[in-house]
């Protein structure tokens, strides 16, 4: 049996404008380059101000509502429509120029390095071998199945099968070995092992086999290797025979060689290049904050498109193809002015968070000290500048800052609150400070266990849990004792 029944709901829904803003907000500064020529690309009515003819006039869609319907009607285009409302001529320079960063540097262009990647190397070394062509084949094969540190993961027998597939080769395990040894005699030293083990050896093999400390250190990698990882050197030197100053010289060999080789040929591929978003300079204890000039283009409404309107009004309006065109016409203009409206609202926002974000921690962008740091979090922020705590996330997890001390991503100036035993509330950076303090000044041999660091903290004044030192010690990426421990 149907039934009909009435409901009410309570929803909040974004408009396409405030999902534009969302997503341009969290766009960090080298890709909004990006963003803006796809942008430019898809509509006819935005131009870039930048390129265009600085003594034309300048024309910027005026304010409307909102909430207008994008697609429109016919009934918008009645006796009462304006053209004026979107011929009306704006100043150029105060869009943009307000926000921007005058230095020139913002606008240069970033180099990037041009040499031979890691595999092309490899297939270098290749081509000058006198191989048959089944030989070669079966090394192309083997190069192009290593991973990015060089290691070969896949099993010999699926390579056979690879070749045989997509290659028409016929091999078997023997041949496919054999090339394998060759390739692994390439450079960088390890290339094409199968696991650690064989990387280690590998690179040993290559050294002056007659050292003894080269001799010792093989027998370690293939006989004492775990034992080696986790650092129970004492087990090593029982089964050596040999004295703590030998097992030094020893695992110093060991820990000279590369266990990720494929990485020596890719690490310039894979450095990022930050482009701040924010500048903090000191002036004689004056902070001064800019943001950075590449956040602030230059975008304008199409001239063409007022010249559209112009005639438009000129014409008869009862004519049915000129409307749809006005329509077509209307839309782009609707969607040019939007877009131009988010990237000012995006710079609003980002120089109203991050100067909200220098005044809580100011004392910290004077001196750098970590010290210095307020215990802050993004409701902090939020209600300070009274916006949505996702906003602020947004900016906080996107977006860098240069300093006189370094660059660093706004994220990393939040932290949670501890108190100390006198009742005064610090930022856990102050505790994550000492730490690493601790950590960096203590015997190497006898390195401090997390309840030892956990009792140092307390006679400072700092009484927090073994566990939570245990976490900001991960957090810092800095091994248990018994890994830290050096002969």
Not at 37 to 46: S, V
Request: glycine share 4%; aromatic share 8%.
């Amino acid at each position: 049996m149907l039934k009909q029944t009435l409901q009410q709901k309570l929803l909040q829904k974004l408009s396409p404008q405030q999902i534009q803003f969302i997503k341009l907000l969290q766009v960090p500064t080298a890709s909004l380059d990006t963003r803006i020529k796809e942008e430019l690309e898809e509509n006819p009515a935005l131009e870039d101000g930048s390129l265009a003819n600085m003594n034309d006039p300048i024309e910027e869609y005026p304010d409307k509502d909102p909430d207008e319907n994008f697609e429109g009607s016919d009934d918008s285009f009645d006796e009462e429509f304006s053209v004026e409302e979107y011929i009306q001529e704006d100043d150029f320079n105060d869009y943009g120029s307000n926000y921007s960063n005058d230095d020139e540097d913002d606008r240069k262009e970033i180099p990037i390095a041009i040499q031979d990647s890691f595999f092309e190397k490899l297939q270098n070394q290749l081509d000058l071998l006198a191989l048959s062509d089944k030989e070669y084949l079966v090394g192309n094969q083997i190069i192009g199945s290593l991973d990015d540190d060089g290691y070969l993961r896949r099993p010999v027998p699926s390579l056979i099968d690879d070749l045989a597939f997509s290659q028409n080769i016929v091999t078997d395990e023997k041949e496919v070995k054999e090339m394998l040894a060759i390739i692994q005699e390439f450079e960088p030293a390890g290339i094409g092992a199968r696991d650690l083990q064989e990387c280690l050896l590998i690179q040993l093999r290559k050294k002056d086999q007659h050292n003894l400390i080269v001799k010792k250190a093989m027998q370690v990698v293939e006989n004492y290797l775990d034992e080696f990882i986790k650092k129970h050197y004492d087990k090593i030197e029982k089964q050596l025979g040999v004295n703590s100053e030998e097992l030094k010289e020893i695992i110093n060999e060991i820990l000279k060689l590369n266990p990720k080789p494929g990485d020596s040929g890719a690490i310039a591929g894979k450095q990022l290049h930050v482009i701040p978003d924010f500048h903090i300079m000191n002036n004689d204890g004056v902070l001064h904050l800019t943001l950075n000039g590449r956040n602030a283009p230059e975008l304008r409404v199409s001239r063409s498109y007022q010249d559209m309107f112009e005639h438009y009004e000129k014409t008869e309006k009862s004519d049915k193809k000129m409307k749809e065109a006005v329509q077509f016409v209307k839309q782009k203009l609707d969607s040019a002015k939007w877009f131009i409206d988010a990237i000012k609202q995006r710079q609003q926002t980002l120089l109203k968070t991050m100067n909200a974000i220098m005044e809580y921690q100011y004392d910290y962008f004077l001196t750098g000290d970590d010290r210095m740091l307020r215990p802050m979090i993004l409701k902090d922020i939020a209600d300070k500048i009274e916006m949505d705590i996702s906003t602020v996330s947004r900016v906080a997890n996107s977006k860098y800052v240069q300093t006189e001390f370094g660059t660093f991503l706004l994220k990393s100036f939040f932290s949670e609150a501890i108190q100390t035993d006198s009742g005064e509330e610090v930022s856990n950076k102050e505790v994550k400070k000492i730490l690493e303090e601790c950590i960096a000044n203590e015997d190497k041999r006898k390195p401090l266990a997390d309840e030892k660091l956990t009792d140092i903290l307390k006679e400072k004044g700092y009484t927090i849990a073994r566990r939570t030192v245990a976490k900001y010690r991960e957090a810092m990426n800095i091994p248990v004792a018994r890994l830290r421990k050096e002969l």
